[in-house]
């Protein structure tokens, strides 16, 4: 059974930078993108990028360009969201997914597999 569990998050100040990161078990790594989403209080879950771990494909939320990249180390089987120049409305739980397919603006059930999510807050 495919998991994915989600480390990083915390308080920042912001115009501050957090690295979180997504370990991946149970499923072949490789050949999945790694889709990130995001809840903030009160709100619904947003998508904020998808990376092209497998095919090099790419899709970013237009609040997510220029401040937030994903990346991923295929030996530690882990993916990553460098997010830069954080705002206070950048404040959510944040999850990472998996799927199988080429990236793009996917909803929350197209994915294969999901994490539990990570905090990130910031202060203004």
Do not use: H
């Amino acid at each position: 059974e495919g998991e994915l569990v989600e480390s990083g998050g915390g308080l920042v100040q912001a115009g501050g930078s957090l690295r979180l990161s997504c370990a991946a078990s149970g499923f072949d790594f490789d050949d999945f993108n790694i889709g990130w989403f995001r809840q903030a209080p009160g709100k619904g879950r947003e998508g904020v990028l998808c990376f092209g771990n497998s095919d090099g494909t790419a899709w970013s939320a237009d609040f997510a360009k220029g401040r937030f990249t994903g990346s991923s180390d295929k030996v530690k089987k882990t993916a990553y969201l460098q997010m830069n120049d954080l705002k206070p409305q950048d404040t959510a739980v944040y999850f990472c997914t998996a799927m199988d397919y080429y990236c793009r603006d996917y909803a929350w059930d197209d994915y294969n597999y999901w994490g539990q999510g990570t905090q990130v807050t910031v202060s203004s």
